[in-house]
């Protein structure tokens, strides 16, 4: 049994020898009794690796642990870019949600004030959950490609034939380079969705404390910075999520 603290796999396919069922809490079963008991026993050692409390030693004990599974890191890397790209999308659609109820709360009249409030700071709640998400998923991404980059560069000297290291040289540059412009793009995206959710929380905090028809209506006023704000956010969301599937149809090309 192998439990991510973010309640989720970084197993890009079933492993081998194994029938495997994950929960939604991220509880990995495996039928393959010494597979499952190398399972546990990386989980002990290396759980609190995404917890953020250990660091290199228990990252690199991870990575070899996966690559004696049959998993290495340029796998895990296009596993992780699905993922960030995935947040990335569960992430648009709760902004586009919660301008919706911003919206609504300020334009529909009548109806019990509190439950105008109850509704907005639910997606405000939930905004910062799928922002958080978005967080933790492009540090994975840049955690394994650190990992991945710096393993490929040392392994550049292992070669005796001078053409093969050309061309795997040939092929890093080029990964690197188009890393360079997908994480460039996540952090822009990344970047965005601090300042709407501050702008989110300052209303949510507003109304709790004026629960009041004039004071919902004092906000109208904001509604077009709102709108913009998440509509800027929407927009670098969709073109990071544009670079993550043209790298990991990049990556899944070399990989055939």
Aim: with cysteine; aromatic share 6%.
């Amino acid at each position: 049994m192998l439990t991510y603290t973010d309640g989720s796999t970084h197993f890009p396919g079933p492993l081998p020898g194994c029938i495997n069922r994950i929960d939604k809490d991220g509880t990995m079963h495996c039928s393959n009794p010494l597979v499952s008991r190398r399972l546990i026993s990386f989980s002990l050692t290396c759980a609190l690796l995404f917890s953020g409390l250990i660091g290199s030693g228990c990252q690199t004990a991870y990575y070899e642990t996966m690559e004696k599974l049959g998993y290495h890191k340029r796998d895990l890397m296009v596993s992780d870019v699905k993922k960030a790209r995935d947040a990335q999308q569960d992430a648009k659609e709760q902004f586009k949600s919660a301008l919706d109820r911003f919206t609504k709360t300020l334009n529909i009249q009548g109806g019990e004030l509190q439950d105008k409030y109850d509704a907005l700071n639910e997606e405000y709640q939930q905004s910062e959950k799928r922002a958080q998400a978005v967080r933790d998923r492009i540090a994975s991404v840049e955690n394994v490609s650190d990992a991945l980059f710096d393993e490929w560069t040392a392994e550049l000297k292992q070669y005796s034939n001078a053409t093969l290291r050309q061309k795997s040289q040939k092929q890093l540059t080029q990964t690197r380079s188009q890393y360079a412009q997908l994480i460039k793009a996540m952090k822009r995206a990344e970047a965005k969705m601090d300042p709407v959710l501050a702008k989110l929380k300052d209303h949510v905090l507003f109304l709790k404390h004026n629960l009041n028809a004039q004071a919902i209506a004092s906000l109208k006023s904001e509604l077009v910075t709102v709108e913009g704000n998440i509509d800027s956010l929407i927009k670098d969301l969709n073109a990071s999520i544009q670079e993550a599937d043209s790298f990991i149809s990049s990556m899944e090309k070399d990989n055939a």
